[in-house]
């Protein structure tokens, strides 16, 4: 008995010292992730603008892509029959196919058989001044979206500046309690306007190249029918 006695105390005694060999580890809190809402949420009302800048931005980007390909789209054989329409004497034909159509190229023509007797410059001038309108049309926005590409990461700057004036007045007035982390959280935060600024900055940046390649592509066409149509005009009478 007495020796059962002794096993179970050094059993104990054992099962102590492994105890506190080995404390039980208590799971310690990661580093917190960053969240873009959050860090959004910190920018201030700056990061505000640069939400609004960048809705209006999408807006002419997809409102511009859409209305440009719209107007890039015609019959391939669109001159052919105008031709055919004009050489026939059909020209109340020719001007309602024009309208039919409804795109920048088709106005343009429009306006040139719709001066037909008068001299091949008048003509010409006719034409020219409906594809400055239509051009006009096609660029629509597309400055706004230019002013946003180059002031949103100006307007980051701004906030940045801002929310550096913040932090070193806190500290300031924090007298001989200054901590670090009251200078690192202000630069945190107004850093994040700077980041926000140049994203929304960039992305207007190439959605304006963009676009601006759309209306060079619909330009080049109305050019080309407008060469087509004056070349129509000076085409020697076949007897």
Do not use: H
Not at 114 to 140: H, T
């Amino acid at each position: 008995m007495n020796l059962l006695m002794m096993l179970a105390q050094v059993g104990g005694t054992l099962a102590d010292s492994l105890a506190s060999a080995n404390p039980v580890l208590t799971p310690v809190a990661g580093p917190e992730e960053m969240n873009m809402m959050d860090m959004a949420i910190k920018g201030g009302w700056i990061m505000l603008i640069l939400a609004l800048l960048s809705v209006i931005c999408f807006y002419i980007l997809f409102e511009r892509m859409y209305v440009i390909r719209k107007a890039g789209k015609e019959e391939s054989l669109f001159m052919e029959r105008i031709k055919d329409y004009i050489l026939s004497g059909e020209i109340k034909s020719a001007i309602n196919y024009c309208r039919s159509m409804n795109t920048p190229s088709a106005r343009m023509i429009e306006k040139g058989i719709s001066r037909l007797g008068r001299p091949v410059n008048d003509v010409q001038a006719a034409i020219e001044n409906v594809g400055n309108l239509e051009v006009a049309k096609l660029e629509k926005g597309l400055t706004v979206m230019a002013t946003i590409s180059g002031g949103a990461p100006m307007i980051g700057f701004l906030g940045t500046v801002t929310g550096m004036v913040r932090a070193f007045y806190e500290m300031a007035n924090a007298g001989n309690n200054i901590d670090i982390t009251l200078l690192s959280g202000g630069i945190y935060e107004a850093m994040i306007t700077t980041v926000g600024g140049l994203i929304v900055g960039i992305i207007a940046m190439f959605a304006y190249n963009y676009l601006v390649t759309l209306v060079d592509g619909v330009v080049n066409k109305m050019e080309g029918k407008t060469m087509e149509f004056m070349d129509l005009l000076n085409e020697p009478v076949k007897k």
